[in-house]
């Protein structure tokens, strides 16, 4: 997903997130049913924190992207104003 951000591959970065919600739920119901060895509790709470970091990056960008996609529908938006100021009848 992060790679995806990168590449600004929106649409895909969307699909993606579905899936990886769609698991997480699935691994949460499991997790209430179930006890973790010392030893897998350590390698889980690493992953977590991976996934944790690549989310924050993620987030990042798609924050940046928003901010431009918010530029650009306002300049759009002036764009119609002015356009229609100055339409003549």
């Keep these: 997903m992060l790679?995806?951000?990168r590449q600004s591959e929106w649409d895909r970065l969307i699909e993606f997130e579905h899936e990886r919600a769609a698991i997480a739920e699935v691994l949460m119901k499991h997790e209430?049913?179930?006890?973790?060895?010392q030893a897998e509790r350590g390698k889980r709470a690493d992953l977590i924190r991976s996934i944790l970091e690549t989310d924050?990056?993620?987030k990042s960008l798609t924050q940046a992207w928003m901010g431009e996609l918010?530029?650009?529908?306002g300049?759009?938006?002036t764009e119609k104003k002015l356009s229609k100021t100055y339409e003549t009848p």
């Design 75 to 77: 300049s759009i938006g």
């Design 3 to 5: 790679e995806l951000a």
């Design 70 to 73: 918010q530029e650009l529908l």
């Design 56 to 58: 924050s990056e993620v």
């Design 32 to 37: 209430e049913n179930s006890v973790w060895p």
